[in-house]
């Protein structure tokens, strides 16, 4: 019975860590500036939250490529705060292309973990920055 037991506690405890390491690579880093990055399908995506844009919840867009994509980033991106509420983009200003950069603009939200969802670019359904 004791080494039943013993094989029952390390069962429980190899669950634990497990589901502990798979959950830590969902969690975005702990620094809100640091640069999220995307590199599938052959183009780099960089996002760099703007905490000091006041009026509006901002992000500068850097992407390098080698072929043409969809970069209509007003049309083909949203914010997503905690609550699974979904926000458009109110502005793109930047220029598009195979060195794409900009800002894109959505309206100020209040939380500071949100998720920025990138749709359609390179026939990758979906490219996710989370802070």
């Not at 950069?101 to 359904?125: M, N, P």
Request: hydrophobic letters at 35%; one cysteine or more.
């Amino acid at each position: 019975m004791r080494i039943s037991s013993i094989i029952i506690a390390l069962l429980i405890l190899t669950v634990v860590t497990m589901s502990g390491c798979l959950s830590e690579s969902e969690k975005p880093p702990v620094d809100p500036l640091e640069p999220r990055e995307n590199s599938e399908a052959g183009i780099k995506i960089t996002i760099t939250y703007l905490p000091d844009i006041s009026d509006a919840t901002a992000f500068d867009i850097a992407v390098t490529a080698h072929k043409n994509y969809n970069d209509d980033f007003k049309n083909n991106s949203f914010l997503k705060d905690p609550d699974g509420k979904t926000y458009k983009p109110i502005s793109y200003e930047g220029e598009g292309g195979h060195h794409a950069s900009g800002t894109l603009r959505f309206q100020k939200i209040e939380s500071k973990r949100f998720e920025l969802v990138i749709q359609d670019v390179a026939d990758v359904k979906e490219r996710i920055f989370k802070w």
